[in-house]
């Protein structure tokens, strides 16, 4: 295959290089109709127009010249620019534990892609040792790249091979496993991950970052170190989501993978427990539990790795005024399950009713949760619940919507049986179920009230 | 270590001081000529930063300039900086040594300036057009050639004066060029940028920053190094200064406009002077870096005559027992106490370079010194040498430490100390700089001080710290939209702006009348009315800007209807002073008829006869009543009775005279 000389440029500019003969990481000297421009023609991003040559310009500067005012060009020089992360070989230190870490695309270790100008990720040890030399005081590292796919893109056959992978490292003896992995829906992976790797004797830690490594202030550095402390030194035998505590460089947040969830768009503390408190905080100098009922590091390699899922399983997120035929289309659509996102303690309006019923009598298998994340469903409480209870809708008490939909899925995946499904759904396996909701558990305070804000000045947020 | 008189004289580092000053051939700047910096080859260029008058901040919502004490603060957040890839995937000098510094970043935030955008938990808004409009207006002001589209870049800053770790900057224009009186000036390049934090306190590894004027949209100029002597740098700094502001379209005060200033001497290296707060102290500044460059170039010379191969030389170090000296310098007492480190260091060679020139009342370990502040965190004063003008060091303690690092009689030896994490970083530190010594003038950014020195900031940062910022789309820059920004470009700004000050209208009011564009209603009323384009200019900048502040516009008011007043009085033989008065009430009922005016504001038309005839009577009522009979008072008293009625009739500088004369008769 011939070299793209031309990356990412396409029509007007696209033919104006290719007549005056200028390649990318060429240098340029460009006459104008607003003057004279020079520097090195850079790759442009493929979701930009066809109407501009980007330029790096001597002082660093990227700039774009209009084709339209372009009267001359020539080449002068070629330099194509050898962008990577220094890769060193990662150190071996006797007597540290072993991690393996699996890539699975996202941004905590990256670099800049010219043809969507967004940031794409690197992965191996070295490459790794090079960004974030501490991780080599912390642990032995080998890393596997099972995938490379944007968080979004995550789904039950990456969350399968994922668990099938871990416990073949488990079965090898290994201290540790961390998993790099987009935010956007770490929570999901981490939830299936629990139903499909059950009683692990070590800790399975997925970590993220929400500021790419590209930047000086990101979050990736820390989150990995915190990531590996845990997975390495920790004594939690759980899956766990590793993020930020706080949005300061301070301490990270161990979280139960089935009751954690993003909670913000942009800010690095964005994960939070939701309905409890966090399983423990993590430096490097190691993991402070918060919670005493975690399931601690065992010798053995007793683990039962559960590979199920059944994809045809959705989220209704119910509002007023929705129509009956939402339903009937999902069943229609063949699904087996819905998990329904209720308002106040898991309620839908009467006009659904019918198309509950239906549901019901084709097998659909319904939960309720509810859309305030924070509570429980009550549906004795109102005649609505009670109803609703009658046409087959089953309450799944403090269960998070989206982990609810990572249990069903897995739960289908194994049986289709009423009694069973609704025996597994109800069953805790790690707390997406809780008996009791600490009082501490929902905490969401209001700026602007004089305890809060003295509270904010006074402890990093 | 004890404070003691100098027994014996082997060295004496203050004569060495001054026969190294005269070696460099340093003379204060008064007595340079041009000859002076043709001799070591001054050269000098700009950068000057000026923010521009906006509401909101460049890439967010959060209002502009408005600014708070250290103290008062409703959030603290932590970050720490690690260096990235350029683009071109390599690491930034710059970066490498501040992580190397391990600071601590602590940024204090107030709720009303700053959001979850400067703090980097947010991405950024679309950039401020009111911003990228003004900017692209002083581009054109510059003669630079305007890019077709704007990439905003990610410039890294590890000394975390950005949560971010990068500043998003843009250019705007390059090539440009501005006319000083004997030469013309090129300009390289223009560029819209976010400004960074205030520092607090820098303190050890900790150091606080507040966030009010984080964001603040700000542009900078930057020229080529085409300036040979100080002053032209002055004089260039002053014309862009200048050129800015007679937009009316950025921000004047405390900090509104700062310089960077590059300096370089013949077979020197480009060090940057940053933050430089006033224009009047570059001369000073540019004069003493080019001497400190030319300095060490002095000093690079002697070294590399005694090291054939340079590149070999080495320093040794010994770690010392407290315990092994008697210890009076308090510094050191401290240190002792707090379980600090005492680390010897041989340095082969350097006899004669420790006080050797480089600034007026600095010497070459002053260049150690500095760096062991910024680089490994260690609070001055950091190390003793054996050439101090007064010496710490004595020949007992020598005695001990000589031995121990296998000094040689033309060594100089230092003494450094602190917590023991940092003893490494320093060591190197030292080193670093001292082999520095052998290639010359380090790459370095210094911070300048009011006397004309400066100290070490930072090494200088390479293009190797940009990077495009992948959370902003470039922004095209069509052809009708620089036309439509040139229609409204005042053609001869900078011209104006010197009239102005020619006048001797005063500085305050220009950009008020920059800003309403008064200029040619100054100079058209003057000229044809022969009005003092000082007094107008003064009276339309001070008085109409109180005026629209205070009062409500009236309908039909404009800027015409001054003229139709001033023409009034003066065809009246009224004294001008009235129109202070009767702007206001014209102001808020522009219709009014000019007589009606005068009516409102209680005046009546007087002859002067009829007010000076009251001296007498006046006179003789304060012998009745005065206290103290002085001619001063007397005078006072009369001119407070008889001013308000001379107020429009006649001036009160020539009623003074009048009473002044009437009384003494």
């Given at each position: 295959m011939s070299e793209d000389f031309f990356q990412g440029y396409k029509g007007e500019a696209l033919d104006l290089l290719k007549k005056y003969q200028v390649r990318v990481w060429g240098q340029a000297e460009i006459q104008t109709t607003r003057g004279d421009f020079k520097g090195t023609v850079l790759p442009r991003s493929e979701n930009d127009d066809d109407k501009h040559i980007v330029l790096k310009i001597i002082t660093g500067y990227n700039i774009g010249i209009d084709t339209g005012t372009v009267t001359g060009m020539k080449e002068t020089g070629y330099k194509k620019a050898n962008y990577q992360i220094p890769e060193k070989e990662f150190p071996i230190t006797e007597g540290l534990p072993k991690i393996k870490l699996l890539g699975t695309g996202g941004t905590i270790a990256s670099r800049l892609d010219y043809r969507t100008g967004a940031v794409i990720p690197a992965f191996t040890p070295g490459e790794l040792y090079g960004a974030v030399p501490e991780l080599a005081d912390i642990c032995n590292l080998t890393t596997d790249k099972l995938f490379a796919v944007f968080s979004e893109n995550m789904g039950p056959e990456q969350y399968k091979k994922l668990a099938i992978s871990i416990g073949e490292e488990i079965e090898k003896g290994i201290d540790g496993i961390v998993i790099g992995h987009g935010t956007?829906?770490?929570?999901?992976?981490?939830?299936?991950?629990?139903?499909?790797?059950?009683?692990?004797?070590?800790?399975?830690?997925?970590?993220?970052?929400?500021?790419?490594?590209?930047?000086?202030?990101?979050?990736?550095?820390?989150?990995?170190?915190?990531?590996?402390?845990?997975?390495?030194?920790?004594?939690?035998?759980?899956?766990?989501?590793?993020?930020?505590?706080?949005?300061?460089?301070?301490?990270?947040?161990?979280?139960?993978?089935?009751?954690?969830?993003?909670?913000?768009?942009?800010?690095?503390?964005?994960?939070?427990?939701?309905?409890?408190?966090?399983?423990?905080?993590?430096?490097?100098?190691?993991?402070?539990?918060?919670?005493?009922?975690?399931?601690?590091?065992?010798?053995?390699?007793?683990?039962?790795?559960?590979?199920?899922?059944?994809?045809?399983?959705?989220?209704?997120?119910?509002?007023?005024?929705?129509?009956?035929?939402?339903?009937?289309?999902?069943?229609?659509?063949?699904?087996?399950?819905?998990?329904?996102?209720?308002?106040?303690?898991?309620?839908?309006?009467?006009?659904?009713?019918?198309?509950?019923?239906?549901?019901?009598?084709?097998?659909?298998?319904?939960?309720?949760?509810?859309?305030?994340?924070?509570g429980y469903t009550h549906m004795f409480v109102y005649d609505t619940g009670r109803d609703l209870m009658a046409k087959g809708i089953i309450p799944a008490a403090n269960m998070l919507p989206e982990t609810a939909y990572i249990k069903l899925g897995w739960t289908l995946g194994q049986t289709n049986d009423p009694e069973e499904v609704k025996r597994i759904m109800l069953t805790p396996i790690n707390d997406e179920i809780t008996e009791r909701e600490p009082y501490n558990g929902y905490l969401i305070y209001q700026g602007g009230v004089k305890e809060v804000d003295e509270f904010v000045r006074k402890v990093h947020k | 270590m004890y404070n003691y008189q100098k027994m014996e004289n082997h060295f004496d580092p203050r004569a060495n001081y001054e026969k190294t000053k005269k070696e460099v051939s340093y003379v204060p700047r008064k007595e340079a000529t041009q000859k002076t910096y043709d001799d070591i080859g001054f050269m000098s260029g700009l950068e000057v930063h000026q923010q521009l008058l906006t509401d909101k901040k460049l890439f967010c919502n959060c209002p502009a300039g408005r600014f708070h004490d250290s103290d008062d603060y409703d959030a603290e957040v932590i970050r720490h900086m690690r260096p990235t890839l350029s683009e071109l995937g390599e690491y930034d000098g710059t970066a490498l040594m501040e992580f190397k510094t391990r600071k601590e970043i602590v940024y204090r935030l107030k709720h009303q300036t700053t959001c979850t955008y400067e703090v980097d938990d947010t991405p950024p808004f679309p950039i401020n057009r009111q911003a990228l409009d003004i900017a692209i207006e002083i581009s054109l002001l510059s003669k630079l050639n305007i890019v077709g589209e704007v990439h905003i870049t990610r410039k890294q800053y590890l000394d975390g004066s950005i949560p971010t770790g990068f500043q998003r900057t843009a250019i705007i224009g390059v090539e440009g060029e501005i006319p000083l009186k004997n030469k013309n000036v090129r300009l390289i390049q223009l560029s819209i940028e976010e400004d960074s934090c205030r520092e607090i306190s820098d303190i050890g590894?900790?150091?606080?920053?507040?966030?009010?004027?984080?964001?603040?949209?700000?542009?900078?100029?930057?020229?080529?190094?085409?300036?040979?002597?100080?002053?032209?740098?002055?004089?260039?700094?002053?014309?862009?200064?200048?050129?800015?502001?007679?937009?009316?379209?950025?921000?004047?005060?405390?900090?509104?406009?700062?310089?960077?200033?590059?300096?370089?001497?013949?077979?020197?290296?480009?060090?940057?002077?940053?933050?430089?707060?006033?224009?009047?102290?570059?001369?000073?500044?540019?004069?003493?870096?080019?001497?400190?460059?030319?300095?060490?170039?002095?000093?690079?010379?002697?070294?590399?005559?005694?090291?054939?191969?340079?590149?070999?030389?080495?320093?040794?170090?010994?770690?010392?027992?407290?315990?092994?000296?008697?210890?009076?310098?308090?510094?050191?007492?401290?240190?002792?106490?707090?379980?600090?480190?005492?680390?010897?260091?041989?340095?082969?060679?350097?006899?004669?370079?420790?006080?050797?020139?480089?600034?007026?009342?600095?010497?070459?370990?002053?260049?150690?010194?500095?760096?062991?502040?910024?680089?490994?965190?260690?609070?001055?004063?950091?190390?003793?040498?054996?050439?101090?003008?007064?010496?710490?060091?004595?020949?007992?303690?020598?005695?001990?430490?000589?031995?121990?690092?296998?000094?040689?009689?033309?060594?100089?030896?230092?003494?450094?100390?602190?917590?023991?994490?940092?003893?490494?970083?320093?060591?190197?530190?030292?080193?670093?700089?001292?082999?520095?010594?052998?290639?010359?003038?380090?790459?370095?950014?210094?911070?300048?001080?009011?006397?004309?020195?400066?100290?070490?900031?930072?090494?200088?940062?390479?293009?190797?710290?940009?990077?495009?910022?992948?959370?902003?789309?470039?922004?095209?820059?069509?052809?009708?939209?620089?036309?439509?920004?040139?229609?409204?470009?005042?053609?001869?700004?900078?011209?104006?702006?010197?009239?102005?000050?020619?006048?001797?209208?005063?500085?305050?009011?220009?950009?008020?009348?920059?800003?309403?564009?008064?200029?040619?209603?100054?100079?058209?009323?003057?000229?044809?009315?022969?009005?003092?384009?000082?007094?107008?200019?003064?009276?339309?900048?001070?008085?109409?800007?109180?005026?629209?502040?205070?009062?409500?516009?009236?309908?039909g008011f404009n800027y015409e209807i001054i003229e139709d007043l001033l023409v009034f009085l003066k065809k009246k033989n009224y004294n001008l002073k009235l129109a202070y008065k009767m702007l206001p009430v014209l102001y808020h009922y522009p219709k009014m008829e000019l007589e009606s005016v005068l009516t409102s504001i209680k005046f009546k038309e007087r002859q002067q006869d009829e007010i000076t005839e009251k001296i007498d009577f006046l006179s003789e009522k304060f012998s009745s009543i005065c206290y103290s009979d002085s001619t001063e008072n007397r005078i006072d008293w009369i001119m407070g009775q008889l001013s308000r009625m001379a107020y429009g009739n006649m001036g009160l500088e020539n009623l003074y005279q009048v009473v002044k004369q009437k009384i003494s008769e």
């Open positions: 956007d829906t770490l929570s999901h992976t981490a939830a299936a991950l629990t139903f499909m790797i059950q009683n692990s004797p070590i800790p399975i830690v997925l970590v993220g970052s929400q500021r790419s490594s590209d930047r000086p202030s990101s979050d990736a550095a820390l989150n990995l170190m915190h990531a590996m402390t845990a997975a390495g030194h920790g004594d939690i035998a759980e899956v766990m989501v590793c993020m930020f505590g706080p949005t300061s460089d301070e301490y990270g947040f161990l979280h139960r993978g089935t009751r954690v969830r993003k909670m913000h768009s942009s800010y690095r503390s964005t994960f939070r427990t939701i309905g409890d408190i966090p399983l423990a905080t993590v430096t490097r100098k190691g993991v402070v539990p918060i919670k005493q009922d975690y399931k601690p590091r065992r010798k053995d390699k007793q683990v039962k790795i559960m590979p199920y899922f059944e994809e045809k399983v959705t989220i209704v997120y119910y509002y007023p005024n929705m129509q009956p035929d939402v339903i009937d289309a999902l069943v229609d659509a063949g699904y087996k399950g819905i998990i329904i996102a209720g308002t106040g303690l898991g309620h839908i309006n009467k006009p659904l009713y019918p198309a509950i019923e239906r549901a019901h009598a084709k097998g659909v298998h319904m939960f309720m949760t509810v859309q305030t994340l924070w | 590894h900790t150091r606080v920053y507040k966030t009010d004027r984080l964001g603040m949209p700000l542009i900078e100029t930057v020229t080529y190094p085409d300036m040979v002597n100080p002053d032209e740098v002055m004089e260039a700094c002053n014309y862009i200064r200048f050129l800015n502001r007679s937009t009316g379209k950025v921000r004047v005060g405390m900090g509104a406009g700062r310089e960077d200033v590059n300096v370089s001497c013949k077979g020197g290296t480009r060090v940057e002077i940053k933050g430089v707060a006033h224009t009047k102290w570059i001369p000073e500044l540019t004069h003493n870096e080019c001497f400190r460059q030319w300095a060490l170039l002095k000093i690079r010379e002697k070294l590399q005559s005694k090291f054939a191969d340079y590149k070999a030389w080495e320093m040794s170090h010994g770690f010392l027992d407290f315990d092994m000296f008697e210890i009076t310098y308090e510094p050191l007492k401290v240190a002792k106490d707090s379980g600090e480190k005492l680390v010897a260091v041989n340095l082969p060679g350097f006899k004669g370079i420790m006080s050797h020139f480089t600034q007026p009342g600095k010497m070459f370990a002053d260049e150690i010194s500095d760096r062991l502040k910024v680089v490994a965190c260690l609070e001055k004063p950091n190390l003793l040498h054996t050439e101090q003008f007064e010496p710490i060091i004595t020949d007992l303690d020598l005695d001990i430490i000589a031995p121990m690092l296998n000094a040689g009689p033309d060594d100089a030896q230092l003494i450094v100390w602190g917590p023991e994490e940092d003893m490494k970083t320093a060591l190197e530190t030292i080193e670093e700089r001292c082999k520095m010594a052998f290639e010359g003038v380090p790459e370095e950014t210094r911070k300048s001080f009011e006397n004309g020195t400066t100290i070490f900031e930072r090494v200088l940062p390479g293009a190797d710290r940009m990077y495009p910022d992948t959370d902003s789309a470039p922004i095209p820059l069509t052809n009708e939209v620089i036309d439509e920004l040139s229609k409204g470009l005042p053609t001869d700004v900078v011209a104006r702006y010197n009239q102005l000050k020619e006048w001797g209208v005063a500085e305050s009011t220009y950009n008020y009348i920059f800003k309403r564009n008064l200029f040619p209603i100054i100079d058209t009323i003057s000229k044809k009315h022969k009005i003092s384009p000082k007094w107008l200019g003064n009276f339309i900048g001070h008085r109409m800007k109180w005026v629209e502040g205070h009062f409500e516009k009236g309908e």
